[in-house]
């Protein structure tokens, strides 16, 4: 069986441990794994149901501005790499008013290496120049892409009830 059926069969909402499992083991072993983005936390340039391909990456060769996963506290998450330290890594969804809680090393699993489907054209930005420079202005932007993603997701879901 191909390991793509394997993740197919194993999906995150019923099997949770199982399908984090292979995820790591595919990513310890060299593979690019294909993970879906859950949340709004980088709106504007990665939405829910997108995709991203993420690579296990040295931490060393990271830099300020790269898209990385970890393990947060019930998935993984995708967000943007603020910082180094030699305690963990600092990060913040694009669209977050605050900075994460301190990432540890051992909860780091990859660096997001190209985005494999998105719904709009602007996703591919994420990982560009335009994508690294929101490290510098998150101060601004973040609270911004927060207020814009909550007011966004309002008149989505007045749209949706209004189609049924």
Same mark, same amino acid.
Not at 20 to 38: D, H, I, K
């Given at each position: $069986? ?13 099997? +949770?441990?199982?399908?984090? &499992?292979? $995820?790591?083991? =595919? #990513?310890?072993?060299?593979?690019? *794994?294909?993970?879906? *983005?859950?949340?709004?936390? $980088?709106? !504007?340039? =990665?939405? /829910? ?10 931490? &060393?060769?990271? /830099? /300020? &501005?790269? *898209?990385?996963?970890? +393990? ?11 910082? *180094?330290?030699? %305690? &963990? ?11 994460? +809680? =301190? ?10 290496? %190209? ?5 709009? !054209?602007?996703?591919? #930005? ?5 994508? %690294? ?5 998150? %101060?601004?932007?973040? !609270?911004?892409?927060? #207020? ?11 749209? /949706?009830?209004?189609?049924?």
């Amino acid at each position: $069986m191909a390991i793509f059926d394997k993740l197919l069969q194993i999906m995150p909402s019923d099997k +949770e441990t199982r399908y984090y &499992g292979l $995820m790591n083991e =595919l #990513l310890r072993s060299g593979n690019t *794994v294909q993970v879906a *983005v859950r949340g709004i936390s $980088m709106f !504007p340039l =990665l939405m /829910k149901g997108d995709v991203v391909l993420v690579k296990q990456t040295a931490i &060393g060769h990271l /830099k /300020k &501005g790269a *898209v990385v996963v970890f +393990e947060g506290r019930d998935a993984w998450v995708a967000h943007r790499l603020l910082r *180094v330290t030699n %305690k &963990g890594l600092l990060t913040r969804g694009d669209a977050n008013r605050n900075i994460d +809680e =301190l990432v540890p090393y051992s909860h780091y699993k990859g660096m997001v290496v %190209k985005i494999g489907r998105a719904r709009w !054209p602007l996703a591919r #930005l994420a990982l560009g120049l335009p994508g %690294k420079c929101l490290a510098y202005t998150g %101060k601004v932007t973040g !609270p911004l892409f927060w #207020l814009i993603a909550r007011i966004a997701s309002k008149i989505y879901l007045f749209f /949706k009830a209004s189609a049924k």
